[in-house]
């Protein structure tokens, strides 16, 4: 579904079990969940401490970058309970904002000015402080000492003094595109300049911070769907699969899911964004699952496809293990320089070098087969950017084949997440367990 310079290290402590080891005793208390951290009462939204030196490095970068001048990046609104379809936290931070603050503080406005590679100046701009209204909404950042410490941002001033410092800003004037008080503003002033594109191209590759939500972010959503195996039965309906699933993100601390959970049995294994959950398993079946969780503000993509019974059929084997061989193929190809659009070939090369009859008188590779490429970069988004440029350390892509035969009610999907690194590739999502004999051994195991 819907990429790592190792510049800082992540203020909150790592914890260090297995996603396996927690999908099976966090319950039980015996271990901490994955995405355990030290809660900071006066953050707004999850009280996640900030990596003060990773998100200063990553203002210096921008300026840097833009040489002289003004950036102007406003933060989201919060949505309205009472009006929008709020189906999950009323709240996630605009990424821009979220990338150079990690504060979850609504209605903010970062201005980032640089006069120069030794005068670069940040001001944190804050609405007051409405206690009458915290008792609904809960804490809130104000502009003051606090919101100082807590940001590492030495100038916070109140919201209302932002249009004249915007009118006296350096130019040029650089914003992200279309965000509310922010752009507003930066219009009054002047003619202003996109942001987003050099922004995207930092976002790129991660840094040591985005490295370490990302492994949460990955570790969390293993966990899900090694206790989604495990729960598995024929004659369950695809929401209690989809419901042990989440249970296995949240009891590991996700903060919310990646993107809506595909659990797709059957004939739905076959359509890709199949997200209803709603058809009741059968024996024999198998079951795709896509789906993933998202741990500070960056989310993983992971899809597993195993059979209901936990016993695959040897025509659901064949076509497995050729899945999972083009992915092999792929993973064993990953070193900076190659194109996602090479591995995806690479990939196509290797079902159509071993398919045989397995999909009829076509290739596996066929585009009516495997209709979707083979991956793309993860990171704040299940999609994030960077899709086109060649691979570098510290990116963060997924590889994930498929084969999908509508006649036969079978599809067959393999996805994980893989950190490009110097000398090639790491696999982050390896504890899902990826082989046949691995995952019915883990569906077959003690308990089952």
């Not at 929008?84 to 996630?92: I, P, T």
């Not at 950042?141 to 800003?169: E, K, M, N, W």
């Not at 045989?356 to 990171?379: A, M, Q, S």
């Amino acid at each position: 579904m819907k990429t790592i310079l190792l510049a800082t290290v992540i203020t909150i402590g790592l914890c260090g079990q297995s996603a396996s080891q927690s999908a099976g005793s966090v319950a039980t208390g015996s271990v901490a969940p994955i995405g355990a951290y030290p809660v900071v009462p006066q953050l707004p939204g999850m009280g996640r401490p900030v990596d003060t030196a990773a998100v200063a490095a990553r203002r210096r970068a921008v300026l840097k970058r833009i040489g002289s001048g003004t950036v102007l990046i406003p933060a989201g609104h919060e949505r309205d309970i009472e009006q929008d379809y709020v189906q999950d936290n009323d709240f996630r931070q605009d990424n821009t904002f979220y990338y150079f603050t990690e504060l979850e503080t609504q209605d903010a406005v970062l201005l980032l000015t640089a006069r120069g590679p030794d005068s670069l100046e940040t001001v944190l701009f804050l609405p007051p402080r409405t206690p009458s209204q915290e008792r609904w909404t809960g804490l809130r950042l104000g502009p003051d000492s606090v919101a100082v410490r807590l940001s590492g941002i030495a100038t916070v001033l109140p919201l209302d003094s932002l249009d004249s410092r915007v009118h006296a800003a350096r130019q040029p004037l650089y914003t992200p595109q279309g965000h509310g008080r922010g752009q507003r503003a930066a219009d009054a002033a002047s003619a202003t300049l996109n942001v987003t594109p050099i922004v995207d191209s930092m976002r790129a590759v991660k840094d040591a911070d985005e490295i370490a939500r990302l492994r949460r972010a990955v570790d969390i959503s293993v966990a899900g769907h090694v206790a989604a195996m495990r729960a598995a039965r024929p004659g369950m309906y695809e929401y209690e699969l989809e419901a042990a699933l989440e249970a296995g993100f949240r009891r590991n601390g996700a903060d919310r899911l990646g993107y809506p959970s595909i659990v797709g049995s059957g004939p739905n294994t076959t359509t890709l964004h199949y997200d209803v959950n709603r058809r009741r398993t059968e024996n024999g079946d198998l079951v795709v699952i896509d789906a993933a969780a998202e741990w500070g503000q960056y989310t993983a993509d992971v899809t597993r496809t195993f059979p209901v019974n936990g016993k695959f059929t040897p025509r659901q084997k064949a076509i497995y293990d050729l899945v999972l061989g083009a992915q092999q193929a792929a993973f064993d190809a990953v070193r900076p320089g190659i194109t996602m659009r090479e591995l995806d070939g690479i990939a196509r090369k290797y079902m159509h070098e071993h398919s045989g009859n397995l999909c009829g008188e076509r290739t596996c590779d066929d585009r009516e087969y495997f209709n979707h490429g083979l991956g793309h970069p993860i990171g704040m988004d299940v999609h994030d950017v960077g899709i086109s440029r060649p691979l570098e350390p510290g990116m963060v892509i997924t590889l994930e084949p498929g084969i999908y035969l509508q006649a036969e009610n079978l599809g067959v999907r393999i996805e994980d997440d893989v950190l490009v690194t110097a000398k090639g590739a790491e696999w982050l999502s390896a504890g899902a367990p990826r082989t046949t004999d691995a995952i019915e051994r883990l569906m077959n195991g003690a308990g089952r």
